[in-house]
C-alpha cells in the first residue's frame, strides 16, 4: 500500500501492473482552490506575453505567483522575459538544487514569483505569508553570522566582536533566536491576511505536462489545507 496526492488518474496503471486498488480519501478541510479553464493562444509569442502580463499584473497587487515549466530552457526563457518586463523573481531548477527548499518555502510570501522547473522543491509547504522558521534561520545566519548549529550551548560572550559592543552577558544564541522567531511569527502573520486577501497563491502551468498526474501535482502546490489559491495553464497551438 501507499498513499499520494495523485495516484487517481493513474488507477489503471497501478491495477493492472500491481493489482492495486486505488481509493480516494476526502480532503481533511475543503479545498477552494479555483482552478480556471486554459487560455490557449494562436502563436506561442503571444501565449508568453499573456504569461507576463498575468504574473506582472498579480505582483503588483501582492499575489504570490508559483510558475511550473517542463524543461530549464523554458524556465530561463521566462526568467528572461520577466527580467524585461522588471519582474523580481527566483528561478527554482537544477542549477539551484542547494537553495531549492529555501526558495520554494517562501514562495508564498506577498508578491514572491517562483518558476520551478519540473516541480523542483516538492515535498516542501508552501506556507501564505511565507515560512517564518526558515526567514528566522536566514536573519541569523546571514545577517548576523550566527551559526545555528550552536545555538544549544554557546552565549553571546564567546564573541570578542559582541563584547566590543557590550552586549549583555547574560543574553545567548538561544534567547536570539527566540526574539527573531517571534519577530518573524508576527510579521508571516500580517503578510498571510494580505495574501488571502488578494486569493492566496495563485499556479501558472505554462505547458501541459505529458501525464496529467503532473499536471495535478503542480495545481497542488496552492489550495493547502483550504488555504484560498487559484491555477491556469497557458498554451499555444504551436
Known amino acids: 500500500a501507499g498513499m499520494t496526492g495523485t495516484a487517481a488518474t493513474e488507477a489503471g496503471e497501478f491495477e493492472e501492473i500491481y493489482n492495486l486498488e486505488v481509493t480516494v480519501i476526502p480532503t481533511n478541510v475543503p479545498a477552494i482552490r479555483a482552478d480556471k479553464q486554459d487560455l490557449v493562444f494562436m502563436s506561442e509569442r503571444s501565449k508568453w506575453k499573456a504569461v507576463v502580463e498575468d504574473i506582472k499584473g498579480r505582483q503588483e497587487c501582492g499575489q ?12 530561463e526563457r521566462l526568467s528572461k522575459l520577466l527580467e524585461r518586463a522588471k519582474v523580481a523573481h527566483e528561478v527554482l531548477n537544477a542549477k ?3 537553495r531549492e527548499a529555501v526558495i520554494i518555502a517562501q514562495a508564498g510570501r506577498p508578491g514572491a514569483v517562483t518558476i520551478a522547473t519540473n516541480m523542483a522543491g516538492r515535498g516542501v509547504d508552501i506556507l501564505l ?3 517564518y ?8 545566519r546571514s545577517k548576523e553570522g550566527i551559526d545555528l548549529t550552536e545555538i544549544p550551548n554557546r552565549a553571546w560572550t564567546d564573541s570578542l566582536e559582541m563584547l566590543k559592543r557590550s552586549e549583555d552577558p547574560t543574553r545567548t544564541y ?3 533566536w ?7 511569527y508576527e510579521e508571516t502573520r500580517r503578510d498571510q ?4 486577501s488578494v486569493g492566496g497563491l495563485h499556479v501558472v502551468g505554462t505547458e501541459r505536462h505529458e501525464a496529467r498526474r503532473i499536471d495535478n501535482q503542480l495545481r497542488g502546490r496552492s489550495g493547502r489545507l483550504g488555504d484560498p489559491g487559484s491555477s491556469r495553464f497557458f498554451l499555444s497551438l504551436e
Request: glycine share 10%; proline share 2%; charged share 30%.
Open 64 to 75: 504570490p505567483v508559483l510558475v511550473g515549466t517542463a524543461a530549464i530552457e523554458t524556465s
Open 129 to 131: 505569508g511565507g515560512n
Open 133 to 140: 522558521e526558515g526567514l528566522a534561520r536566514d536573519q541569523l
Open 174 to 176: 538561544q534567547t536570539r
Open 178 to 184: 527566540a526574539e527573531v522567531i517571534k519577530e518573524k
Open 96 to 98: 539551484q538544487h542547494e
Open 193 to 196: 491576511k494580505k495574501v488571502i
